[in-house]
């Protein structure tokens, strides 16, 4: 099995100004999904969105397959009774059908050697009127950069059709809009672009470091839990389900039972 650990966002790992929104993007926008909701997110990670979710969730399951990574959320969500953590795999869910009211997937389903099976299992495993929510990296976007481990990311209408054939009434939405004006963000944009076609930036999250610190200047490690005043929230916005879009950083796949 790989190992995950290095390109996962733990708790202490320094990150920059963006890095901090995306995390808060991604956990507000589905808190508006799980108010008094029993909550599923697989490939957790660190868990550093869990207990965001957990304030307004009646109950949030926490699950990956890296029993390592898990140490972290183990270790600081123990005594939150409405928080468990669990050792699971995306594409063979441990759960009965119809057991959650949310599904969430972030900045992971590129790691599944069969994300069709992780799509099926988070459709048998909702109940009624339940939601399942993916982010992901847009592999359309300029600046994309691979991750060690990955095995297929998704265009917009692919991420669409993946939800639609298994039943899902879906919506996309994005992040992060790409054009900037500044000829500070122009630089940075083209010196990334280059580095990624000659394999120049770093596998780990560790070995971005230096590089986070060159173009984005002061880091900041990453909290055990996200709050509001970590970083300001813009909500994603929603975009066409049938174009491919090279404008935003990151999409989202919201699909309905």
Not at 139 to 168: I, M, Q, T
Not at 190 to 203: D, E, G, R, S
Request: with cysteine.
């Amino acid at each position: 099995m790989a190992e995950y650990g290095t390109v996962t966002e733990l708790p202490g790992i320094n990150a920059h100004k963006e890095q901090l929104e995306r995390l808060v993007q991604r956990y507000c926008f589905a808190s508006e999904f799980c108010k008094d909701k029993e909550v599923l997110e697989v490939a957790c990670g660190g868990g550093i969105g869990l207990g965001y979710l957990a304030r307004t969730a009646k109950k949030v399951v926490g699950g990956d397959i890296d029993e390592n990574i898990l140490k972290y959320p183990r270790d600081y969500y123990k005594k939150r009774k409405n928080i468990e953590i669990k050792t699971l795999d995306a594409q063979k869910l441990q759960f009965s059908n119809n057991s959650f009211d949310v599904i969430i997937m972030y900045e992971a389903i590129y790691y599944l050697p069969n994300p069709e099976k992780f799509i099926e299992e988070a459709r048998r495993v909702l109940r009624k009127n339940g939601s399942l929510i993916i982010c992901t990296v847009n592999k359309d976007w300029e600046g994309f950069n691979p991750s060690p481990h990955s095995f297929n990311y998704f265009s917009v209408p692919e991420l669409f059709s993946l939800y639609e054939k298994n039943g899902f009434k879906t919506k996309m939405f994005a992040g992060f809009s790409e054009t900037s004006d500044t000829v500070r963000s122009k630089i940075i944009s083209l010196i990334k672009q280059l580095a990624v076609k000659f394999h120049l930036i770093p596998k780990t999250m560790k070995g971005k470091e230096k590089l986070k610190r060159l173009f984005f200047g002061k880091l900041q490690p990453l909290p055990p839990e996200i709050s509001e005043d970590l970083a300001p929230y813009t909500p994603p916005v929603p975009i066409s389900i049938d174009t491919v879009n090279k404008n935003y950083k990151v999409l989202y796949a919201v699909g309905y039972v």
